[in-house]
């Protein structure tokens, strides 16, 4: 497998609180993916990243914003968690252009 | 942007059998058209993929159909074996942005 790790792999947070996922990779891929996964919707891609700050909007960015600061992280962050973002979020991270993307494990959230 | 439609949403198939998916794309720009499966709790994996320079390519039991002039692509799996009961996702890819289809869950019938 790739070096991908996301963490938390859990976590339940208030409505209202701002929560951040962490995306961390050992292979100096250039290509960031953050995805959600619902039932129905397949994987949406939220945000990407292109290189070191150099990031853009995917279909559905609402809510969400991200960073990459550091090659190998890329976070996400919801600035004030809702329950319509309760979902499993997917990482992915891709060495060229139009090549395989690997996925991280998935982080399960839950918004209360 | 990018709009992949997928179908069928869910497929169940006998043991042995042959299992299609068919995706539609909306960007005649797209070039990279990969498939990923997902196992239950597991993570998406890639299992073949085609660029838009090619109109087939065949792994084992698995093959991918690309048709440019309709924006459409197909997923064959021949002679379904129990562990190809999964998700299966297409997904469509201009320069370096990934769009996947919703998802199709596959049921290979003993």
């Known amino acids: 497998d790739a070096g991908i790790t996301q963490s938390p792999r859990h976590k339940v947070t208030e409505t209202g609180t701002p929560v951040t996922l962490r995306c961390h990779q050992t292979e100096n891929h250039r290509y960031m993916y953050w995805y959600r996964q619902d039932p129905g919707h397949g994987l949406r891609l939220i945000h990407y990243s292109y290189g070191v700050k150099d990031t853009d909007k995917g279909e559905v960015s609402d809510g969400y914003s991200v960073s990459r600061s550091k090659t190998e992280d890329f976070l996400l962050t919801l600035e004030s968690a809702t329950s319509s973002q309760t979902s499993v979020y997917f990482c992915?991270?891709?060495?060229?252009?139009?090549?395989?993307?690997?996925f991280g494990q998935g982080t399960r959230l839950t918004v209360v | 942007g990018e709009n992949v439609e997928q179908h069928p949403s869910t497929l169940s198939v006998q043991e042995g059998d042959s299992a299609v998916i068919k995706c539609t794309y909306s960007?005649?720009?797209?070039?990279?058209f990969p498939w990923y499966k997902q196992e239950l709790g597991k993570r998406p994996q890639l299992i073949i993929d085609i660029r838009s320079n090619v109109g087939e390519k065949k792994d084992q039991r698995i093959a991918v159909t690309l048709n440019k002039t309709a924006k459409h692509f197909s997923l064959h799996i021949t002679e379904t074996q129990p562990e190809d009961s999964a998700v299966y996702f297409c997904?469509?890819?201009?320069?370096?942005?990934?769009?996947f289809g919703a998802g199709t869950t596959v049921t290979v019938r003993a």
């Open positions: 960007d005649s720009a797209s070039n990279y």
């Open positions: 997904a469509a890819s201009k320069n370096y942005k990934l769009s």
């Open positions: 992915a991270i891709s060495g060229e252009e139009n090549t395989e993307a690997f």
